[in-house]
């Protein structure tokens, strides 16, 4: 089973209440079992709110408002959720596709907290979770050369 970010496939969960809809996401998911979550969404953030970044591993708002508890809340409903469900239909989770650059599902990169579209190394709140249970987590924007590494063929 593979965990998925809510906003790569159209939930209009994202900060600005929009969504980050990737068609490749999309495709590649069409046939395959998986699990669709939005760690800030499930621990009750509104979409939409204000942008959040992470500054030395807390998590803060564009209005200078702490919410790393919430994101931290977020993170673990989503693997609650997510190993819930690969229990129910009796599979492992093998996969997660998150929203790059997030302050909850990115990996490997994450804006850096100054809100000025800057990146640094670093994992989402989500993501480290993901990592620490030892879960494979790949971007959006990994999924292209995932699929060719790993030879997948529809």
């Known amino acids: ?20 809809l990737s068609k490749t ?6 046939n395959r079992s998986y699990v669709m979550v939005c760690p800030e969404t499930m621990a009750g953030l509104t979409a939409p ?6 500054v030395d591993g807390k998590v803060f ?9 919430a994101f931290f809340l977020g993170a673990q409903k989503a693997w609650d959720l997510a190993s819930e469900k690969a ?11 998150l929203k790059a ?4 599902c990115g990996s490997g990169r994450i ?9 640094t190394d670093g994992d989402g709140v989500f ?3 993901l990592k620490e249970k030892g879960i494979r987590v790949i971007t959006e924007e990994e999924l292209e050369a995932y699929i060719e590494e790993e030879g997948i063929h529809d």
Do not use: H, Q, W
Not at 1 to 20: A, E, F, H, Q, R
Not at 61 to 69: A, F, L, P
């Open 1 to 20: 089973m593979i965990i998925v970010s809510g906003c790569l496939l159209g939930i209009p969960c994202k900060y600005d209440g929009g969504t980050n």
């Open 25 to 30: 996401v999309k495709e590649f998911l069409a």
């Open 49 to 54: 709110r204000p942008p959040a970044e992470i």
């Open 61 to 69: 708002d564009r209005e200078g408002i702490e919410v790393t508890e």
């Open 87 to 97: 229990r129910e239909r009796n599979e492992e989770i093998t996969l997660a596709i």
């Open 101 to 104: 650059r997030s302050p909850s």
């Open 111 to 119: 804006y850096d907290g100054t809100f000025a579209g800057v990146v």
């Open 127 to 129: 993501a480290a979770l």
